[in-house]
């Protein structure tokens, strides 16, 4: 099973991006999924959680900002981030987590100028 993340890039203070993360190959038995930042110089963070039958939550950080959502005839799970601010710039990893493992993207670059 591969992740596939997408739709990074350079925005303005403010602005939107909507990433994506497409799952190639089939996978049984999924707990959660997830989407994860790092930040330069800091440790790595989760943004967004999806527990399959369970309620989304956030960081505080993103909260009332992002939304996580999935589309399972597309095999695609989403972050829509919206009001963007400087402080959100990081490399943003899509996860499957399931009973054993967890599952990583290779990241996708979000950079936000002021």
């Known amino acids: 099973v591969q992740l596939q993340a997408s739709g990074g890039g350079l925005v303005q203070a403010g602005g939107s991006l909507r990433l994506s993360c497409s799952v190639f190959?089939?996978?049984?038995?999924?707990?959660?999924r997830g989407w994860y930042r790092q930040a330069p110089g800091k440790t790595r963070e989760l943004v967004a959680s999806l527990p399959v039958g369970g309620q989304s939550t956030f960081a505080a950080t993103v909260k009332g900002r992002f939304t996580i959502s999935r589309d399972n005839a597309r095999k695609t799970m989403y972050l829509q981030m919206n009001n963007l601010k400087p402080e959100d710039t990081a490399v943003y990893y899509c996860?499957?987590?399931?009973?054993?493992?967890?599952?990583w993207g290779q990241g996708t670059q979000v950079t936000v100028s002021s």
């Open positions: 190959g089939s996978i049984l038995s999924i707990r959660s």
């Open positions: 996860t499957l987590r399931t009973s054993n493992e967890t599952i």
